[in-house]
C-alpha cells in the first residue's frame, strides 16, 4: 500500500511493503530513480537485520547455525502502518513465527518519514523484545536519480582523504583503497564501482552533500550511521548512497554474530535510534 506525505515544498511516497521510500520530489522535480530491472529492481530498501553478506550466508548463536540473505529480510515483509498525518508516517515491523527462523530474536523495528519544510528526515527506532541479547545491523540503500554522473560529486567537509575496504565476492577482504580528496570533494564516475561499492567503515563527515555541477543537490546528515556505501552499476542513471551501522562479513570470520565486526548488540528492552536528515 502507497502512502504519500507533503507540505508545500517536498512530496514523498512509500510502500508500507518494505516501508521502502519510491517517489521523493521537490517542486516535481523527482529525486529518487524510477526503477528499470536492466539496473536493479529496488528503489530504497531498508537493510535488516544485517547489512551486506554473511560468509556463506549464515551465522551461528549459541542456539545454533542460521542462513540469512544479503541485507537481511525487512524489505520483504509488509510493514504496519501506526501514524499518519499530512507531513509524517510511521511503519512497524514486529518479528513473528517466520522472521524466527532466520533470526531467533524478537524485536520490534520502526521506520519513520517526516517532512519540514525542504528536509526529509528518516528515522529508525530498533528495540529488543527479547529476554537476552539480540545483535543486528541496519542500513538504508536510496537510489537517488542523476543524469550524465561526471556532473555530481560528493562533498566531504571534514575529510581530505578517504580509505575505502575493497570487497571480494560480497565479502571483506584486508585490501583498502585511499583516496585523495579535491577541496574535499569525490568525483563521480562508473569506474569505481566496476567490482561492487565503495565502502567507507571510517570517516569523519557525518553531514556530506551530493554536488550537481558544483552546485548542491542534496545534503545529508547521518546520526548513529557510521558506515557509509556509495554504488551504483554501469550507467544505470542513479548513485546510491547508503548509510550503515554494520557491514559484510569479513573473509576469514569465524561466523559467531555476536563477534561479528560492526555488530550493534542491544540489550533486553533497550532501544536504539539511527536518522537520516536529506536536504533538498
Not at 508545500?8 to 530491472?37: P, R
Not at 575505502?164 to 577482504?173: C, D, G, T, V
Not at 568525483?187 to 565502502?199: G, I, S, T
Request: overall charge negative; aromatic content about 14%.
Amino acid at each position: 500500500m502507497l502512502q504519500t506525505i507533503s507540505n508545500h515544498i517536498l512530496s514523498a511516497t512509500i510502500n508500507s511493503k518494505g516501508a521502502e521510500l519510491v517517489q521523493l520530489s521537490k517542486n516535481n522535480q523527482d529525486y529518487i530513480w524510477e526503477i528499470d530491472e536492466k539496473y536493479w529492481n529496488k528503489t530504497s530498501p531498508i537493510l535488516f537485520p544485517i547489512v551486506g553478506r554473511l560468509k556463506s550466508d549464515e551465522y551461528h548463536n549459541n542456539e545454533g547455525t542460521f542462513k540469512l540473505p544479503r541485507h537481511g529480510f525487512a524489505r520483504d515483509y509488509e510493514f504496519e502502518i501506526i501514524e499518519k498525518t499530512e507531513n509524517k508516517v510511521v511503519f512497524q515491523l514486529i518479528s513473528n513465527a517466520t522472521t524466527f527462523i532466520n533470526y531467533p530474536y524478537h524485536f520490534q523495528l520502526k521506520l519513520s518519514y517526516e517532512i519540514i519544510e525542504n528536509q526529509i528526515t528518516l528515522t529508525y527506532e530498533t528495540k529488543n523484545l527479547s529476554q537476552y541479547q539480540m545483535p543486528y545491523s541496519i542500513g538504508a540503500h536510496p537510489a537517488f536519480k542523476i543524469e550524465n554522473i561526471k556532473d555530481y560529486s560528493l562533498e566531504f567537509p571534514n575529510d581530505n582523504e578517504l580509505t575505502f575496504h575493497s570487497l571480494e565476492n560480497e565479502l571483506y577482504s584486508k585490501k583498502t583503497n585511499t583516496i585523495s580528496l579535491d577541496q574535499n570533494k569525490l568525483p563521480l564516475n562508473y569506474n569505481h564501482f566496476k567490482v561492487d561499492a565503495l565502502v567507507l567503515k571510517e570517516f569523519h563527515s557525518n553531514e556530506f552533500s551530493l554536488l550537481k555541477n558544483n552546485n548542491l543537490y542534496l545534503k545529508f546528515k547521518l546520526t548513529n550511521f557510521p558506515h557509509l556505501g556509495i554504488w551504483t552499476k554501469e550507467n544505470a542513471p542513479f548513485i546510491c548512497i547508503e548509510p550503515w551501522n554494520g557491514y559484510a562479513d569479513n573473509f576469514d570470520t569465524n561466523g559467531n554474530i555476536f563477534n561479528k565486526s560492526g555488530i550493534t548488540i542491544l540489550n533486553p528492552n533497550e532501544i536504539k535510534e539511527n536518522k537520516i536528515e536529506i536536504t533538498l
